[in-house]
């Protein structure tokens, strides 16, 4: 069994940034893909970023590149995600998640943990 504990939301303005951390424990990351999934009030959860287990492999949406960073720690099982240039449309709740896969992929249903979120507010 995971879990997956997701910290660091909060209430900003625009332009202010944010680091988000997820903690792991139970089971280990091991190789498998970790990813960042959001969900505004009355939309899906969509994919915002993922990185391999080296860290050499990176992926992220669209909107958020060049503002957001991925990164992992494997000694500790710590995951961040460095927003930066926060906008209101980044305004979701931020999910935490393991994939079993070593490989990247953007469905939602391609990883098998979650945490339960963290709320990021951006005012304009």
């Known amino acids: 069994q995971v879990q997956l504990v997701e910290s660091g939301g909060g209430l900003v303005q625009a332009g202010d940034s944010l680091r988000l951390s997820c903690a792991a424990s139970?089971?280990?990351?091991?190789?498998?893909?970790m990813g960042w999934f959001r969900q505004a009030p009355g939309k899906e959860r969509e994919f915002v970023a993922a990185?391999?287990?080296?860290?050499?492999?990176?992926h992220y949406r669209d909107s958020v590149k060049g503002r957001f960073t991925i990164s992992r720690y494997n000694a500790n099982n710590t995951m961040d995600l460095q927003m930066n240039s926060l906008k209101p449309e980044d305004t979701a709740v931020y999910y935490c998640?393991?994939?079993?896969?070593?490989?990247?992929?953007?469905?939602?249903?391609?990883?098998?943990?979650w945490g339960r979120g963290t709320q990021v507010t951006v005012s304009s």
């Open positions: 990185i391999t287990w080296g860290g050499g492999n990176t």
């Open positions: 139970g089971r280990t990351f091991g190789r498998d893909v």
């Open positions: 998640a393991q994939s079993l896969s070593a490989v990247i992929y953007t469905d939602r249903a391609r990883y098998r943990y």
